[in-house]
């Protein structure tokens, strides 16, 4: 059954061919077929139908035909009429396409990025039924099912971009999938039937007599093949000025000498640089890969980034541990407390505490409850005892990590209403409380003012609910040192330190790291400068500080000083007296000795 073989089938391709055939149509189908014009082609819905190039600056003809402002321009100035179906077509019918696009689109790329419905935000297909909504010489785009559901059923005919009212008779269809048109059929356009070319402009001849592919053709594809490109070019373009190697990491440096002045090439870098990870980057990535995987109105993302914390989140991790202490004042109608700050166990509390401060959350706030050998407690706007928030709208946990407790007067703890309900209220203690350790966060203690200004809100007497007869208000709450900017600060002298010893490492180091340990002095190029010279240039140098020439000086210059003294020193040897080392007496030895007289 098989053409050419004894197989009782036929494939689809056979079948298709143009030489097919069969009962129905016979033989030859194909051939036929192509003759009445069955080769259909379709235009991409982000095509010019002049140019057949993606389109950058988008209009329409009144019956949805698209083309690119600059082509149909150049084509109407000689001939007056539509290229696609020869009707009569002049500038003035032309409508403006306002097409949006996804979240890659700058000022500085406006084309950038995927075209999409300003509404839904899906990425517009060739599988998708696209309308423009025509209001006088533009156009804005939407998705066909955006403005069913949300135009005409509802009967609400204003545009959902720019609320501006219009009609049935307004919307143009510019692709219809299940319908498709004379202005998307390839094999129905006019000029093409004439045998004329595609219509480019200057931009679009260049680049193709530039390369073989049509960058822009591919798309978002095109984008990264034109990056490459270019990433190629200046590789070459580098290892052909000093041969660098681009495919290593490491920082060598290339060195050559030219010539007989033996000069030396500037240090090169290599052109990939190890990147380096952020210090307040999260063990989470951002999750763009993820979500633009599963959704349609995101822009593809293949990379892992890690996300980035902020200041806040940095400086509150649970592994970070920041030791510098913090100091505030308290002003009160009584005297000033000054209380110091114990971010390294309790970083959540003492910030809270810090940026309510700062923002006058505590100025004229009163105290509204005191016990008398006790504690003190405020932080309360309402003074109600029921009232007060934190710097972040909501309860906070509570932190028992640290080796601090309610053991002496002056300690400042947080008040709360049960586990994790820490808010703005606080308590400062009058004398040890042992029972309230691993129950209240404490966060600070008074350093300055226990005697004075602590006593006396002791003493003032109160009323059968605890409350003071007498207000003790709290004027203002005045930061002395933020240990949170503090660490921040050394943290970046610290890394401008190690910056600034990385940029001497790649001027080629310090003085002692551009001299060898015997003192000779390296050059830039390598090599050493004096090898094995003096500093007359004549005599071997050994070590950094010994200079043979000099010690041969020094030692021809004292040879007549030497010679006295050693014949000095010969005559008094000769005067000196000898003497005989004196006989050993025997050890007496008892018993029967050793038997050497047997």
């Known amino acids: 059954m098989g053409k050419g073989t004894d197989k009782l089938y036929i494939t689809h391709s056979e079948w298709s061919s143009s030489d097919a055939y069969g009962a129905s149509t016979g033989a030859n189908a194909g051939a036929r077929a192509q003759r009445r014009g069955a080769n259909f082609k379709k235009l991409p819905f982000n095509f010019c139908a002049a140019s057949l190039q993606p389109f950058k ?15 149909i321009g150049s084509w109407l100035e000689k001939h007056k009429t ?9 500038a003035k019918d032309l409508i ?22 300003p509404v839904t935000f ?46 049935r008779r307004d ?71 000093g041969g660098a190697d681009v495919n290593r990491l490491t920082q060598a440096l290339t060195t050559t000498s030219t010539g007989t002045n033996n000069k030396p090439t500037v240090a090169r870098q290599s052109l990939i640089q190890e990147r380096k990870r952020p210090a307040n980057a999260a063990t989470y990535t ?23 914390l902020s200041d806040e989140q940095y400086l509150l991790k649970p592994s970070h541990r920041i030791k510098t202490k913090g100091y505030v004042r308290m002003e009160t109608n009584l005297g000033p407390l000054t209380l110091e700050l114990l971010p390294e166990f309790a970083p959540k509390a003492v910030w809270n505490f810090l940026r309510l401060s700062e923002k006058g959350y505590y100025r004229d706030v009163a105290f ?37 407790t309610h053991s002496t007067r002056g300690i400042v703890s947080m008040a709360n209403k049960g586990k994790n309900t820490n808010s703005s209220q606080f308590f400062i203690t009058y004398r040890p409380a042992s029972h309230l350790d691993r129950k209240h966060t404490i966060f600070a203690k008074v350093i300055e003012g226990q005697e004075t200004t602590l006593t006396a809100m002791e003493n003032v007497p109160t009323d059968g609910s605890d409350r003071p007869l007498n207000k003790i208000v709290i004027k203002d709450v005045v930061v002395l040192i933020d240990p949170f900017a503090e660490w921040m600060k050394q943290k970046k002298e610290k890394e401008g330190e190690e910056e600034r010893k990385r940029e001497v490492a790649r001027q080629g180091g310090t003085e ?30 050994v070590g950094k500080y010994l200079d043979v020439g000099a010690v041969k000086k020094a030692a021809a210059a004292s040879n007549t000083t030497t010679t006295t003294k050693a014949a000095a020193a010969a005559a008094e040897e000769e005067e000196v007296d000898t003497w005989e080392e004196p006989v050993r007496k025997k050890a007496k030895m008892g018993g029967f000795g050793n038997f050497d007289g047997w």
């Open 57 to 71: 600056n988008p209009v329409c003809t009144p019956d949805g035909t698209i083309f690119d402002v600059e082509v």
């Open 82 to 90: 539509n290229p696609v179906n020869g009707e009569p077509l002049s």
């Open 96 to 117: 403006k396409l306002n097409f949006a696009r996804n979240g890659d689109t700058t000022d500085s790329d406006e084309n950038k990025g995927d075209l999409i419905d």
């Open 122 to 167: 899906k990425v517009f297909t060739d599988n998708t039924h696209i309308v423009a909504i025509r209001h006088g010489s533009y156009a804005n785009v939407f998705a066909w099912e955006t403005v069913e559901r949300m135009n005409i059923k509802a009967k609400m005919w204003r545009d959902l971009v720019d609320d501006e009212e219009f009609g």
């Open 171 to 241: 919307i143009i269809t510019l692709q219809d999938p299940q319908n498709v048109s004379a202005s998307r059929d390839l094999s129905q356009f006019k000029y093409l039937q004439d045998g004329q070319d595609a219509i480019l402009t200057k931009e679009q001849e260049e680049q193709r007599k530039g390369g073989s592919v049509n960058i822009e053709a591919l798309g978002r594809v095109g984008e990264k093949v034109l990056r490459a490109k270019e990433a190629v070019e200046r590789a070459r373009a580098a290892r052909q000025a």
């Open 286 to 308: 951002t999750g763009l890969s993820a979500a633009s995987f599963t959704s349609t109105g995101l822009t593809p993302s293949t990379s892992g980034a890690l996300a980035l």
């Open 368 to 404: 509204h409850r005191s016990i008398r050998n006790f504690m003190i407690q405020g932080g309360d706007p309402s003074g109600t005892g029921r009232g007060g928030s934190s710097i972040w709208g909501k309860n906070f946990e509570d932190e028992f990590e640290g080796p601090m």
């Open 512 to 541: 002692d790291d551009r001299t060898t340990w015997t003192g000779k002095r390296i050059r830039a190029d390598g090599t050493v400068e004096g090898q094995g010279m003096g500093e007359g240039g004549g005599e071997p140098k």
